[in-house]
Every structure is written in C-alpha cells, then in structure tokens.
C-alpha cells in the first residue's frame, strides 16, 4: 500500500519526500481535528457525575 | 531486505504477498493511530482545555469587576463561570473556575456545578464534578485528600472555606482523632445532628457506583426532605469517576462549610485568605 502510493507520487525524490510528509500531516490533522474529536466523549473516563 | 529488484516493481512475487504485506501495513497503521488517540485524549484535550480555562478565568474576573452589585448568580448562563475553586492541598497553584452544568461543554472548561444543588454557603450540598484524566483533569488528584484538607471557593463576594470530612476509619472516635490538629478544629463528624443520624454516610471520601445521583442530594444519601433546609449542613460534594481511566465507580469527596470570609477582609487576595485561615 504504502509502496504503492510512493511510486505514484510526482518528482524527483526529495520532492516525493516532501508530498509524503505534507500527506503524513494531512492524515493526522484530520484525526487530531475532526475524528477524535468526535470519537472523545464516548471515552468512558469522561462519566465523571452521579 | 535487499533491494535486487528495481523500484516500483514487487519482483513478481505474486498476490499472496502483495494481500499479506498490505494486510501488515494497514495494521500497523491501525496501532499508529490508536497511540495517537491515547497521545489526543491524554494530552491534546488538555492544550484545549487549559485555552478555555484560562479564557473563562478572565471572564470571570472582568464580570466581578463589572458588576459588584448584590446578588449573585442570578444570570448564569450554561456553561458559564460563576466561583473559583482552589485546593491548597493540591498545590499553591491549583485553581480552576467552576462553571453551571455538569454536561461535556462546561467540564471540557472545568469543573461544573450540579444546577439543581446549592450554591456556595448555602445550606444543602454545593456539588461539583470534574474530570480525572484528559481536559484538564482538574480532579486527578481528588483522591489524595485526606479529612480537614482545605477546599476554597471564591464567588463575587466571599472566600468560602470547606474542608474534607472525617474519613472512614476516622469517624468512630473524630474527637480523638482531630485532637491536636488545628485545620480540624472546625470539622465536625455531623453524627450528632438529628435523629436517625441524617448524615450517617456521609464521611470524606467515598466510592460509589455512577447511579448514586443522591451522593450530591442535601443530606447525601438520603431523601430530599430528610432535613428541612435550616436544618441542614452546608456541604460541598466533589465527583469524578473512578478508578481512573474507567466510569465503573465515581469517587465523591464531602466536605463542610467552616469559615467564609468576604473577599474586602483580604483585599480579594487568595494568598492573604491562607494566612489567614492558616493554610500559607
């Protein structure tokens, strides 16, 4: 998979090294952001009332 | 692994590898995103949390300013800052805001305020939730107070002083017990008050399961009317849950009111109010 997304990035290496840390950061900005987020308040430590 | 083969091919090693390689990267990838989860829960909602803390901290101190009318209260809105809360025991610096509601959006900023409960200095149960691990966690450490331990909530007008009941193995002979400990001269064990001892479960610190909403009633664990309102204590109740990491259980702390002070006698000052009640 991830071999296979290497090999269809454009440029030279250094270039694909650069899209591949930019899409690394995408990744994870979405679950920092929107994802967990979400997924947080199901967590069971967040019950704290009676 | 030697790269025999030029890029960008598998060296025709076939669809089984291909299935099984893919297979290992995605659970990988699966156990990169689970640490990052436990990496957001743990600390990220902490960054957030302190943001909001410290934003709902100013608003607080800019509406007191701006209002030192009589009253207080009376227009709080869900989710807003109404009292501080410090515990000295947990540190000079522990200090959070206290906001109306116990609902996610008020405790992702601090600790919440049952609505339905009394306010500071009433009589009844001024209680208050807070998380124990993530956004914050302003009650992490709830567990380390022990009977007498201070816990100061600041309104608009008045330092009010609760400190930590007498605990379980404490209650029985309270008397001997705080003999010689200063902070404890004004805690009482509450076993005389009443008949049928109203406040027979309530001790320091207890752990009960997450369906005892009566650990914040007026009396804790008894019914509404048990005591008529002039009758009763002036108690503050704290709830997390409990033990960490899990909701299996909550953990409530009870304190009583011992001293409250108007905020002009120590010029508003948190420190000169623990010189004062001999906490410094």
């Not at chain 2, 600390?43 to 209002?67: F, G, H, K, M, P």
């Not at chain 2, 405790?107 to 124990?132: C, D, K, M, S, W």
């Not at chain 2, 008050?193 to 309530?202: A, I, L, Q």
């Not at chain 2, 623990?274 to 906490?279: A, N, Q, R, V």
Request: glycine fraction near 10%; charged fraction near 20%.
């Amino acid at each position: 998979m991830y071999a296979w997304i290497w090999r269809h990035l454009p440029g030279p290496t250094p270039l694909r090294a650069l899209i591949a840390v930019l899409l690394i950061a995408a990744v994870i900005a979405l679950l920092m952001l929107v994802i967990f987020p979400w997924l947080e308040p199901m967590l069971p430590f967040n019950q704290v009332a009676v | 692994m030697s790269q025999r083969q030029e890029p960008g091919t598998d060296g025709g090693r076939g669809a089984g590898y291909l299935v099984v390689r893919t297979f290992g990267e995605l659970l990988v990838t699966a156990g990169i995103v689970v640490l990052l989860f436990v990496f957001y829960a743990l600390y990220v909602t902490n960054w957030t949390s302190a943001q909001l803390q410290s934003e709902s901290d100013e608003a607080l101190t800019e509406r007191w300013q701006e209002d030192p009318g009589p009253g207080q209260g009376t227009s709080v809105l869900p989710g807003e800052a109404f009292a501080r809360i410090y515990i000295p025991a947990l540190g000079e610096d522990y200090r959070y805001t206290i906001q109306s509601g116990v609902d996610a959006d008020a405790l992702e900023i601090g600790p919440g305020h049952y609505p339905q409960t009394a306010q500071p200095g009433e009589p009844g149960n001024f209680a208050v939730a807070g998380h124990r691990n993530g956004q914050g966690a302003p009650f992490n450490a709830l567990d380390e107070l022990v009977s007498c331990d201070a816990m100061v909530i600041e309104t608009d007008r008045d330092f009010f002083v609760y400190r930590v009941l007498p605990l379980a193995d404490e209650v029985g002979d309270w008397d001997v017990v705080r003999d010689g400990r200063p902070e404890c001269a004004g805690v009482p064990s509450l076993r005389s008050v009443g008949d049928n001892e109203p406040y027979g479960d309530t001790i320091g610190r207890k752990i009960v399961t997450p369906d005892r909403a009566d650990a914040v009633a007026p009396v804790p664990y008894r019914p509404q009317d048990t005591l008529s309102r002039i009758d009763q204590a002036a108690l503050i109740t704290l709830t997390t849950c409990h033990p960490q990491f899990s909701d299996r259980e909550r953990l409530i702390i009870h304190g009583v009111l011992t001293q409250q002070i108007p905020k002009n006698q120590v010029n508003g000052d948190y420190h000169r109010l623990l010189d004062h009640i001999g906490e410094a």
